[in-house]
């Protein structure tokens, strides 16, 4: 299925390309865009204490920690975009431990990708918040909180508490050690793979497979489907401290030992 902005510029322009032809503006050139093609852009915003919110209106993200003396963020930034009757253009601003991050398409016609890159210093709490695109997340020590309206969600080699939701989209780890993780998708497969006994572990989906695998332990195990197979293959004790609970309306539900 094609993103949502690939779906709203096709049908922006299904519904108006007769009245834009009809007014005598021809189209030329106007392929779809492709963030990919665009040259770099690279800006450097100073953040104010250890907590950082990525707040993103329609656009890939991807997240690394890097280690850094100074408090500094270096952000890359590709944009490609087309409008007719309008404007594409994409902006930047840090205003206290906010990034914002906006991509302007407007017009009779349009078609806009975006796509940044964010290197983070180390020890820096994170809470990203994007309304249309992808979060890959790398190499965390402290924890993550991310939220994506539609897109998937990729966190690997890190050790924070995990905070992760997509309403359209699937949820996978890899690599991880978070003491507490809650995953959920409207729609969408949860695949939660830890590398350390974890205290409490939350996993939902409304409409796809949930599937944890957990270092070898004794766990007190809540694991429920309404339409699909349900596979608990870890030691299991209702009195253990260590919580996982697995739910999923539609789909599988396994729930085993990753050794």
């Not at 205003?95 to 991509?103: D, Q």
């Not at 996978?172 to 993780?181: D, F, G, L, M, S």
Request: aromatic share 2%; glycine share 8%; hydrophobic share 35%.
């Amino acid at each position: 299925m094609l993103p949502r902005s690939r779906r709203r510029a096709a049908v922006r322009l299904s519904l108006v390309v007769g009245t834009v032809l009809a007014a005598g503006v021809t189209l030329t050139g106007c392929g779809g865009a492709n963030a990919e093609d665009a040259e770099p852009e690279r800006r450097t915003f100073s953040l104010e204490g250890r907590e950082l919110t990525v707040d993103a209106d329609n656009s890939e993200l991807e997240l690394v920690t890097v280690d850094a003396k100074t408090k500094d963020l270096k952000v890359t930034r590709w944009f490609d975009g087309w409008t007719v009757g309008g404007e594409s253009k994409a902006t930047w601003a840090m205003k206290g431990g906010t990034l914002k991050l906006r991509e302007h398409c407007d017009g009779l016609v349009n078609n806009c990708a975006s796509k940044h890159r964010i290197e983070v210093p180390r020890g820096v709490k994170v809470t990203v918040r994007d309304d249309n695109g992808k979060v890959r997340a790398r190499g965390f020590e402290t924890d993550l909180k991310v939220h994506t309206d539609n897109g998937k969600i990729d966190i690997a080699d890190s050790k924070g508490n995990l905070d992760l939701s997509s309403s359209n989209g699937d949820v996978v780890t890899a690599r991880v050690a978070p003491q507490q993780v809650k995953a959920v998708s409207s729609n969408g497969t949860v695949r939660l793979s830890l590398t350390r006994v974890p205290d409490r572990v939350e996993v939902s989906s409304d409409n796809g497979a949930t599937k944890v695998e957990l270092p070898r332990a004794t766990y007190d195990v809540i694991a429920e489907s309404q339409n699909g197979k349900v596979d608990v293959d870890v030691p299991r004790d209702s009195a253990s401290p260590r919580k996982v609970t697995a739910r999923t309306q539609n789909g599988e539900v396994t729930v085993r030992s990753a050794n």
